[in-house]
T-cell receptor, first 117, second 115 residues
């Protein structure tokens, strides 16, 4: 079984500051993928970034980077230079290799990020 | 279409009625997933299809829920004798395969309200 824990239900951040959203995971799989999705108030799920369990370098996508610490089972999302449009729910998720991917993505409960001007 | 399409976008029904939710995945995507998201909550996995078969139906909340997929494409999620606790957003997603690096593409969801 896989589990994702996001310990920050809500965060307030000043515009242009960097923000770190925490995510820890638990799995017995050796091969797995970690994902972050953004869900604005419109409800759509927007893919942000992916990190593979065997990737040696932290993933980056524009202003998003993933601070991957495998030994600590941690996959924090870092958003640099936050913008008002970053206000949304953020979900950490993982996809394991056991069961042939039958469960798709396992999601955390999310962090509600609000960027203040 | 280019993305995952879900219909209807909104559905209001009376308690006890049956509803059918539809999902049209991205062309060529073999894996299809249904999730449920209650207000302010995370995503609850319901069921997964690989092609037309659903190997594991244990995520469905009760026997009032059923799903099928035909032709390896369109899927329908049916809720019989709806209850107020069924009110939620039902999200469909698809992916090219079940590999660990395959991201899921989501539809816009169906907002179900049971009165």
């Amino acid at each position: 079984a896989q589990k994702i824990t996001q310990t920050q239900p809500g965060m307030f951040v000043q515009e242009k500051e960097a923000v770190t959203l925490d995510c820890t995971y638990d799995t017995s799989d050796q091969s797995y993928g970690l994902f972050w999705y953004k869900q604005p108030s419109s409800g759509e799920m927007i893919f942000l970034i992916y990190q593979g369990s065997y990737d040696e370098q932290n993933a980056t996508e524009g202003r998003y980077s993933l601070n991957f610490q495998k030994a600590r089972k941690s996959a924090n999302l870092v958003i640099s230079a936050s913008q008002l449009g970053d206000s949304a729910m953020y979900f950490c998720a993982m996809r394991g290799s056991s069961g042939g991917g039958a469960d798709g993505l396992t999601f955390g409960k999310g962090t509600h990020l609000i960027i203040q001007p | 279409g280019a993305g995952v399409s879900q219909s209807p976008s909104n559905k209001v029904t009376e308690k006890g009625k049956d509803v059918e939710l539809r999902c049209d995945p991205i062309s060529g995507h073999t894996a299809l997933y249904w999730y449920r998201q209650s207000l302010g909550q995370g995503l609850e996995f319901l069921i997964y299809f690989q092609g037309n078969s659903a190997p594991d139906k244990s995520g469905l909340p009760s026997d009032r829920f059923s799903a099928e997929r035909t032709g390896g494409s369109v899927s329908t999620l049916t809720i019989q004798r709806t209850q107020q606790e069924d009110s939620a957003v039902y999200l469909c997603a698809s992916s090219f395969s079940t590999a660990t690096n395959e991201k899921l593409f989501f539809g816009s969801g169906t907002q179900l309200s049971v009165l």
